[in-house]
């Protein structure tokens, strides 16, 4: 999905590139084709879920964001700031883990105190094993992770992994529970200690 928003004026004057039987009129010369209802859909059961995301978790953030925003903007922000600080207790919690177990590298921030410069994403190494290695282990123990380069190349080039296999990325979210996280790092602590 994507999404063009401008003033009218402007997009008015704004030429397409457009099939000849498309519209020459905003918004429609802008849609060359048949609309993607499927996602428009999906971004509906997004915007959907967020808000009850806001309404159920962010009831705390209501008078922070109520002089500014209402109705579907104000549960957007609700949801959004309930969302960041749960990210931040996984955040605390994945830190402490993976800065206790020998032989883990992780790339990227690693202080606890710096978590609003970080989102819940992890690359690490575990010496002597390859990434896929890892990554297999830890499906062993039904936790689903990525391997490789994740399309950076450039990354992986630069920190002299791309050779190696690249690193084991780890990314929960906002519905994994910290017991999720707990168990995550019992199977890599087991995982690094059996190597």
Known sequence: MGLLYGKYELLKELKAYKVRPAYDNSPDKFETGTKSHEGIAGV???????????????Q????????????????????MAAIRAYEYDISRKMLGILGNIPGVRLYGPSDPSKLEERVPTFAITVDGMHPRKVA???????????????????????LGLEGKGGMVRIGPVHYNTLDEINRFGKALEKIVFQA
């Not at 509906?44 to 962010?58: D, M, P, R, S």
């Not at 282990?137 to 630069?158: C, M, P, S």
């Open 44 to 58: 509906l059961g997004a915007f959907e879920y967020l808000e009850w995301v806001g309404e159920t978790f962010g």
């Open 60 to 79: 705390v953030y209501e008078e922070k964001f109520s002089d500014r925003y209402s109705e579907r903007g104000l549960r957007l922000r609700k949801s």
């Open 136 to 158: 297999e282990k830890l499906d062993q123990h039904n936790i689903f992770v990525w391997d490789g380069n994740y399309y950076a190349l450039e990354v992986t080039n630069r």
